[in-house]
Every structure is written in structure tokens, then in C-alpha cells.
């Protein structure tokens, strides 16, 4: 009979790992993305047996059928989404594991998937050797939690055989003590080792003979008392379950571990020793520590990020509302940071990031807190800032602290910090009061050029709260057509007559009247609202132009101005093209300005666009040029045909010897690549008189016309307007 028993464990357990090795693994696949499934089936089919599905709610369908090891599932599907179906997954099939598939790059997501219940998580585009090292981690995750549930529900139904037959059980006991992957010991009463399997000889570096009648060498020192309390319990019918602890190596390392523990009987029922089997679960604290650092640090410099800083100002603000303490939050934002990103790229961006916290987080003093809130944005909390002189010497401080330059990349890179300061209770009594408030005051920082510090003031929230009506006002403005299109002359230089225009939008508010661009283009371009105002520019002045050219003006020419936004989309070759088709003006006719930056920003990518919109026969000139980051090795580079001369170096060009020399360089320039030059903000006739010299090309500005709508400029093409005759023209400038 004990023979019989002994080979039916070795059996039951022989069978158990056998049929896990042979049978292939069986996996669901669930993406509302054909690509992505094929993909994934033809990388995982040869290895494993792969079923495919296109939306959660058929998962859920095909899991009540059939039995799946492991379920790799997008996140986003129509219908219910990833995070949504897991719990379900869960419930009706305990065993199987998930792995969710996201293309969110942010760790907010993957939280978010581990919290629903998925083992692992999957950004896209995804490396297929990520993905097969996550499918086989996933699947030996399963394997264990079964081998473990197996052997579990095994020895329980082994413990309670508390019959005449007791030795024989033990016998059969021993066998898949033997072959558990789980740590399994037993003590006798007096805590001596009597047991010991080779599970736990490969977790605690102990071998059997080396323990065996010893007192258990595995228990720190800070947690003996634990252990003598658990033990008595056991003894007494109190077994342990599922219990959190952490145990020592040979080699004196620590390793986490949960414990589960219950009493020996002998024949006659009596308690003679107590039975443990310990789980190593390392690597899942180790996961679980790592997803609870990047949930509270920002991954780039280390800092706390601003969940920890939110947390940590709370608590400060119900210190201090006991203590009456007042304190300070403080914004750090590093002046033209987007232009170091966009020069040097963001490898160097990241870098002098790091370098800066690290600078920064020396000049914090011991009570205090940093945090990193957006890309160069810190934030501070001053619990010992009494007053606001307190903070504006922290804030100065840290502005000295940056004056020395930052060696990146053997480049020397000198940095300047706009800071906004909130002081508690004087601005706000709560932390988003506070941190609103501090963001207010820093955007009238950067307003005042950078370099500086401004503390709160109410009127911040009254501009700030007329932005944002100025926002709302702005979306609604599209849909009620209250955006006009207004043309400003360019002229030829040389004949003096009206060659084109350039198209410029003007916001006419039914209650405000006529809002200056100044105002509301720096708002649409954040906002996103500058893709359908450009696109509604370009159509009008397309649509106008060839009305014109119906008229018989049949040489005008109209130039629209492209965001840097616009520019950057990737239906803008499309959107173009369709304009110019349903308007049928001449693509000849068509120029687009755009901006250096723009072009400086990708120069690779704008010189494939340029190239096409070239190839249409769209004429294409440089605005502003001069006034941004120019790379005159790429400039031979670019398929375009006019450089604009930026204002401000016209505007002082007769009286500053600088600014010619500059104009002349960029008109030589221009004429030795065989391209056009238009000069702007032409307003006098001395430099009217300047540029004629230099033999520039065009020229716009208020000496010869403001912008004005279309019916005035339809006058000035009417009366036949040039330079010779603007001093007796009869319209009137309208800006």
C-alpha cells in the first residue's frame, strides 16, 4: 500500500510537469488591429498554439468556451477596452495571465493595466523579442502559480490525513515535497530542522546536510521574535497563510518571501512539529517597488514628481494649518529651453535637464522639497519661507546657481530660470490654489522676458481667467465665420507696381471689434486652433485671388503664411492640393511663407515638403528671415524661391550701421542662390530709397499700404496704385 501511494505521487507529479511540457502553451490574441494580430500570431504560432480575436467583448465570448493559458490584449479596442475586460478575463478563467498591448508611452498607462489585473504590459511599436521574452515570462508566471496551486491543494489534502494510516502518507508527502519548486521545511518542537527539500536548498543556499538538527538558520536576527510567535501559533491550530516576510541567505543577502505553515501530527494526534512552505517572490517586490518609483519620481533626473510633490505639500499645509506656519511653492521654468531642445536635439536636452536638477537639488535645504512637474518646469516647497523675502531670496538663489555655464556634450550651454512664487496663506490655504497660483505668477515671468521672479498677485488670475474666455471665444469664432481675410500690397521695387499680396487674418469680435493677431495667434497656435484659421486663410485668399485674376489682374500673386503647426501636419500636401483644385487657382499664383524655425526644426523632413509643394509649381519664400536660428549650409539646400527680411532689421536699417550690413549680406545672398528678396515693414522713403540701392526686389509695408480688406484693395488695383502714384491715392489705410 505505501509502495502503491509513493508511486502515485510520483505519478500524480510526473504527469503534472510532463503534460505542461508537451502541450503547447494556448494563447488568445485580442487587437482591433488585423496588422497587429497577424504580426503577433505569425511571431508566437510556432511555439505556441495561438487563437485570434477583434474585440474584447469576443475574448470574454471565446473564454467561456474554451481555456487559455495567456491573453495578449490591446488596451484601446471598439467596444469594451482592455482595462475593462482583464477583471473579467480574471474571473472567468483564474489561471490565465494577461498581457496588455498599449501604444500610450507613459507609465501612468501601464499602472493602470498592472492595477486591472495584467502581469505585464506592451507599448507599441513594440520589439518582437520584448514580446516573446514577455510571453515566456508570463507563461512561466502561470506555470508556477499552477505547479504552486497543484501542490498546495496536494499537501493540504496530505496534512489532513490524519488517519491510522499516517506513515504511509508521509511516504507520498515526502515525494512531492521532494519535487516542489517551493521552498518546504519542517520543524520539530524544539525548532530543529528535520526537513529540508531541495527547493529550499536552491532559495536559501543551504544544503540538507548542513541544516539537518540544527535550529533554522534562515531567520534574521530583527525578526526572531516574529518567528517565535509564529511558530507558537502554528503549534497551537494557528497556521499561517499567505504571510509577507523577508528571510536570509547562506550568502547573507535578504530575500521576500511568502510563508505558509501549519502542525504536524504524529499517530496518537499530538503535535510533534510544524510544516512550511515558502514562496520566493523577489522579482515581483522587486516589480512592485519599481512601479511605485516611477508612480512618484520622474524617471530622466530622479527628482519626486508631481504626485509625490502634491502629496508632500498636503501634508505640509495640515502642519501648518495647526502650526499657523506660513510657507512658500515656488515654479522654476528655464528660459529658451524648447530652443535648446530644437538646435541641439533633445539627447543634449535630456542631459542639461539632468545636470540642472542635480545643481538645483544641492541649494535645497533640509525640510524643503523639489520636484520635476513638465519638461524644464521644477517646483519647490519653502516650509521655512516666514516671509516673502524669505522666498525671494531662495528664488534668487536659485537663479545664481545657474549663472555658471553647464558643460554638455563639450559645449558650454548657459542657462537663465523665470520662477513664480505662491505664499501660503497669503495667496491660497489649499495646494491647488497654491500651485495655480505659482503657475500664474511664472507666466508673467516669462512674459517680462525671463530671468526673473514674480510673486502672485489677484490681477495674474483676471488675465489668466481672460485668456481662457479668450480661448472659448476663439473656438466659437471659427464656427461663426467671424475670422476675415485682410491683404497688404507687395510692390516691385523696380516698376513700382502692385505684383501680389499677402493674406492676413483679422478677428472681428461682435463685442471687442477687431482683435489684434498679437493676441490671438500666439493663443491658437497653443491651443491647435491655427490648423483650421490657416486652412480657412489659404481657401478665402485662394478663392480671392482667382476672382481677381477673373477681373483680368491675371499677374497677382497671394502669399499665405504656414504655422510652424500647420507646417507639421501631415495631410498639409493634401490640404493644399484639394484648395487649389476647388478654387482653381493657379498653383504658380500660390506662395507660402514659412517660418526659419519651422524649417530648422526637422530640415530633412521641411525639405521633402518644400520639394513637393515645389513640385505642385507653389512658389515658396523664407519669412522673417534673419531673425531666427538660420544654418546657411542648409539654405542652398532648400527648394525655395524668396527670402523675407525680417522688420527689425529694416525698421533701423538707415540708421544703424549693423542692421545694414545685414540687409545687404541677406540681399547679396539671396541674389547669389538665384533668389527673390522682399523687404518688410518698408515705412519710410528713406528706406524705400535704401533697398532700391541694394537692388532688393519687393517690398511691403505702411509707407505704401497697411493691410486692408477686400474692397480696398480692389481699389488700389482699380486706380492702378504703384509708388510712383501712392502720395495722391484716394484710399485710406485700414490696419
Known sequence: MIASLEQAARTASKNFMTDREDKKARVLIADDDE???????????????????????????????????????DIMMGGITGLEMVPQVLEQSPDTVVIMIS????????????????????????????????????????????????????????????????DKANQTLRVLIEASPLAIFVLDEKKNVILWNPAAEQTFGWSKIEVLNKPLPIIPEDRREDFEKGFADTLQGRAI?????YHQKKDGSLVDVNIWTTRLLNPDGEVNGVMAIVADITERKQAEEKIHYLAYNDTLTGLPNRVSFEERLNEALTRGESSQQPLAVM?????????????????????????????LSTAVREGDAIARFASDEFAFLLTRARTADDAAEMAQKFQNILEAPFKVDDQELYVTASIGIGLYPHDAVDAQGLLKNAGAALYRAKQQGGSNFQFYTADMNERALKRLSLENQLRSAIERKEFKVYYQPQVNITTGQIVGMEALVRWQHPEMGLVSPAEFIPLAEDTGLIAPIGELVLRSACAQTKS????????????????????????????????????????????????????????????????????????????????????????????IDVLKIDQSFVRDMTTAPNDAAIVMAIIQLAHSLQLKVTAEGVETEDQLRFLRLLRCDEMQGYLFCRPVPVEAFEQLLIEGRSLGTMKTASVSPVI
Not at 331 to 359: A, C, M, P, W, Y
Not at 567 to 577: K, R
Open 241 to 245: 497563510a499567505n504571510y509577507e516576510a
Open 103 to 166: 501604444g500610450e508611452q507613459n507609465i501612468e498607462s501601464a499602472i493602470d493595466a498592472l492595477r486591472a489585473g495584467a502581469f505585464d504590459y506592451i507599448t507599441k511599436p513594440f520589439d518582437l523579442q520584448h514580446v516573446e521574452a514577455a510571453v515566456r515570462r508570463a507563461l512561466e508566471h502561470q506555470e508556477l502559480r499552477r505547479s504552486k496551486r497543484y501542490y498546495e491543494n496536494f499537501l493540504e489534502e496530505m496534512v489532513k490525513q490524519r488517519t491510522a494510516e499516517l
Open 35 to 73: 496588422q497587429i494580430r497577424d504580426v503577433l500570431h505569425e511571431l508566437l504560432s510556432e511555439t505556441y498554439e495561438c487563437f485570434e480575436v477583434n474585440s474584447g467583448e469576443e475574448a470574454l465570448e471565446t473564454i467561456g468556451r474554451e481555456t487559455f493559458d495567456l491573453v495578449l490584449s
Open 548 to 639: 481677381w485674376h477673373d477681373c483680368g489682374f491675371n499677374s497677382l500673386r497671394v502669399a499665405v503664411n504656414l504655422s510652424p503647426r500647420q507646417f507639421q501636419q501631415p495631410d498639409l500636401l493634401l490640404m493644399i492640393e484639394t484648395t487649389l483644385k476647388e478654387t482653381g487657382l493657379r498653383p504658380e499664383s500660390l506662395e507660402l511663407e514659412v517660418t526659419e524655425s519651422s524649417v530648422m526644426k526637422n530640415t530633412e523632413s521641411a525639405i521633402k515638403t518644400l520639394s513637393e509643394l515645389k513640385s505642385m509649381g507653389i512658389k515658396i519664400s523664407i519669412d522673417d528671415f534673419g531673425s531666427g536660428y538660420s544654418s546657411l549650409g542648409y539654405l542652398k539646400h532648400l527648394p
Open 331 to 359: 515654479f522654476l521654468s528655464l528660459d529658451r529651453f524648447k530652443k535648446f531642445n530644437d538646435t541641439l536635439g533633445h539627447i543634449i536636452g535630456d542631459q542639461l535637464l539632468r545636470s540642472v536638477s542635480e545643481r
